[in-house]
């Protein structure tokens, strides 16, 4: 089971632009999901789909998948408009009306949910959609589970974007999880760039976004006195691979680029991959 991860498209940012930046993006990093030697099972979207909320942004985005040969879990970001993404995707909702919908993967789940407050740049986490995923995690509280969302329920030192951990939507999703035993890891996007911590026990793995990237700057930074360093950078467009290992799922960043290729498994190579493998348990020579 591989899962890939797109996150923070922004489909019309350059609004009536059917060959904007940031959809070129997208189809490079989908292009490279559809032709590599890494092909998923299924991609997460984990919000930011369309810059303004726009009906248009979430058809472009529907075009542009769709003659991709994975499925699609996608969820909103705080610059989603709930009202044109259920437009677009009509079955991902919960009783409520939020983008909230569990994904079983066999040995392990995934849940998917809202944290999108429209207007508000950081998250939100109601209590109807707190009691709803508690409801989820207490129907299989031992199956390994993962949680994907937009904001990061922590703070990243980014800032300018980071979320502030004293916020009570956080503690509203820390109480929502505090019975799940099975509960391993997030996924999350929002910050545009690639990072990992450990946070209450848990690996939250932030995706790179697939369109320009925030800068890395963790300088303190006075909202008083702009000091012209750099915040948007174009960087290749990101995504993630998250491998199940029949243990866990191992996240990999990476970006849809050309890197040369300084080797290739050819006969040169043959030797070290055998010897590689052969020392192993239950393969060839290996040592007791
Ligand atoms: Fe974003």
């Known amino acids: 089971m591989l899962i890939a991860q797109i996150t923070d498209v922004h489909i019309g940012f350059d609004v009536g632009n059917p060959t904007e930046f940031n959809r070129v993006r997208l189809d490079q990093v989908l292009a490279t999901l ?54 677009v995707f009509p079955e991902l909702t919960d009783q409520n009306g939020f983008v909230q919908y569990v994904h079983d993967c ?53 800032e300018w974007m980071t979320t502030d951990a004293a916020e009570p939507w956080v503690a ?15 996924f999350c996007g929002h910050l545009h760039r690639a990072l990992v911590t450990p946070w209450r026990g848990l690996t939250v793995a932030v995706c790179a976004s697939s369109a320009p990237q925030v800068a890395l700057d963790l300088r303190p930074i006075d909202a008083d006195q702009p000091d012209d360093r750099a915040m948007i950078v174009a960087e290749d467009p990101g995504y ?11 996240s990999f960043f990476e970006r849809a680029s050309d890197a040369p290729v300084l080797a290739s498994y050819d006969l040169g190579m043959q030797g070290l991959v055998r010897h590689l493998i052969d020392e ?8 007791s």
């Open 34 to 87: 559809a032709s590599g030697p890494n092909m998923p099972d299924l991609l997460l979207a984990t919000g930011d789909i369309a810059d303004n909320g726009a009906l248009s942004s979430y058809q472009i985005f529907a075009e542009a998948i769709a003659g991709t040969p994975f499925p699609i879990l996608p969820c909103v970001g705080n610059h989603d408009r709930r009202v044109n993404f259920h437009a």
């Open 280 to 287: 192993r348990p239950g393969h060839g020579h290996a040592a």
């Open 106 to 158: 066999g040995p392990f789940r995934l849940i998917v949910i809202d944290t999108l407050d429209e207007g508000r740049h950081g998250g939100a986490f109601c209590k109807a959609r707190a009691l709803w995923l508690r409801a989820q995690l207490a129907e299989a509280p031992n199956k390994p589970t993962w949680i994907v969302m937009h904001h990061p329920p922590f703070d990243s030192g980014l």
């Open 172 to 186: 509203r999703f820390i109480d929502a999880i505090s019975d799940a035993p099975g509960l391993r890891g997030i």
């Open 240 to 250: 993630a691979l998250h491998h199940w290992n029949g243990e866990g799922l191992v």
